[in-house]
Structures are given as structure tokens and as C-alpha cells.
């Protein structure tokens, strides 16, 4: 698979990124146990939606997110998080520096091993991390219909979806353990068709294909309602899954 930069264009539609992208459901508490009073960082934060629930739930954030304009709106919407400028590869911190740090819907962003090999670096000993993914679900047909839309088959480029992160045997991530969380996310059909237009196979488009994509996506969307004649703010439930791969730092 090339790199035709794909992953470093989401500040383009940094704002609607941050409007239509789901949140960190409530129901994560119960895979990420308590967090509060920890030193935690947030790697490839993008706009912040998970620093918003870290925040929420007591832990003392740090980020780390490349994009000047995604970066912009977290630290807008989230001023007590304290940005580090660097990459999930470099981080500008000391050795052993958290309780935990957590990835959302980026790891497959980030180039490997070196990703992993910081993540090891600026963990404490026993410290966890989190490396999860918030989408639609994979076992609900309809849903897998929708996504479909997204992606064009011939894509040489495309990243796999619902990645789980993989450790080397005998390496300094063990305990590893892979979750699912399923939760409902109710939306408008605007603000769904919206969503489409912050994916990466989206945002590489012309204008007139995002335009097709949005059509499709729209006639889907209404046909699910079951009213010809829906209007954008009808309200659609999707099933979706928060899923990934949860591991423990091995003491040095």
C-alpha cells in the first residue's frame, strides 16, 4: 500500500470533522476502568473528541496531534489539555512519563514500529494502553451496506477498518486483551451525510464525486426512514462498536 497523503488531509475539514464525527460514548467507562488523577496522553488527538472524555473523567491530559488545524480546534474547545508539538513517532516528553496513553481511530495512521516503540518509551512501568477505534458496526448489515459507500473498491489506498493493534510475542506490551463496546448513536440524516464527508477516501475526491457520495449516502439514509419524503433532520439509529486492543507496559 503507497501513501498518497490521504492521513495528513483531515485539517481541511477539521471543522466538520469535530461537528460530525461521533464522541467517546458514556459506556467506555466501563473498558477504560478510572481514570481520574492520571497522567494521561492522547496520541493523534485530532479535534479532541476523546480529550473531551479523558477531561471529563478526572485525568490530566497531554496531546500530541500534527495537524495545525484540527490541533486548533482542541485546543479551543479543550484549554486545559497541554499540547505537545509532535507525532505519535516523536514524542517530546522523558521516559516514563504516564499512567497511560490512548489512540482513537488513528493507530492505523501512525507508522510502525516506531509508533509502538515510543509508546513503550514514555509509558510508566505497568501503565496501560489504550488503542481503540469508534465506528459502525461490522455485524449490523445495513450499516456495513452504508460504509460501503464510502470507499471505492479499486482503492489501492484504502486502510483497513476496525483494526486491532498487534504486539510482538515477548515484546513490552503483554496482558493484551481485545474489547468491543456496542452502543446506539442516534443522528439526522444531515448530519450523516455530513460524517461522509470527513473520511479519508471522501476528502480526496472532486467535488463532483463527493457529490455522488453524498447522493448515495442521502437516498440510503431516507429508504432506511422508510418516508419518501423524509427531511434532512429526520433521525436515523446506528449501531455502532468501540473497539480495539487494550495492553500493559512490562516493567523494565
Do not use: C
Amino acid at each position: 500500500m503507497s501513501d498518497d497523503g490521504r492521513g495528513r488531509k483531515f485539517g481541511t475539514v477539521a471543522e466538520h470533522y469535530d461537528l460530525y464525527r461521533a464522541d467517546t460514548p458514556e459506556e467506555a467507562t466501563t473498558l477504560l476502568g478510572t481514570i481520574e488523577g492520571l497522567d494521561v496522553l492522547d496520541v493523534g488527538a485530532g479535534t479532541g473528541k476523546l480529550t473531551r472524555f479523558l477531561l471529563g473523567h478526572g485525568a490530566k491530559v497531554s496531546v500530541v496531534e500534527p495537524d495545525d488545524d484540527m490541533r486548533k480546534i482542541l485546543t479551543r474547545r479543550s484549554p486545559e489539555a497541554h499540547v505537545l508539538h509532535g507525532s505519535a513517532e516523536a514524542i517530546p516528553v522523558a521516559d516514563a512519563s504516564f499512567d497511560a496513553a490512548f489512540s482513537s481511530s488513528a493507530w492505523h495512521w501512525f507508522r510502525q514500529p516506531d509508533a509502538t516503540n515510543e509508546m513503550t518509551r514514555i509509558l510508566r512501568d505497568n501503565a496501560t494502553l489504550y488503542v481503540l477505534w469508534n465506528g459502525f458496526s461490522r455485524d449490523d448489515p445495513w450499516t456495513e451496506s452504508l460504509s460501503k459507500l464510502r470507499d471505492r473498491p479499486d482503492d489501492p489506498n484504502a486502510r483497513p477498518r476496525g483494526w486491532v493493534a498487534t504486539f510482538d510475542d515477548g515484546g513490552d506490551f503483554v496482558d493484551v486483551r481485545h474489547v468491543t463496546l456496542d452502543w446506539t448513536w442516534s443522528r439526522t440524516i444531515d448530519q450523516l451525510v455530513g460524517l461522509f464527508g470527513t473520511y479519508s477516501a471522501s476528502i480526496i475526491q472532486s467535488d463532483e464525486n463527493k457529490a455522488t457520495i453524498a447522493r448515495k449516502v442521502r437516498e440510503q439514509l431516507v429508504e432506511r426512514v422508510g418516508d419518501p419524503h423524509a427531511s434532512g433532520e429526520a433521525v436515523v439509529e446506528i449501531a455502532m462498536t468501540l473497539r480495539g486492543t487494550i495492553a500493559r507496559r512490562r516493567p523494565r
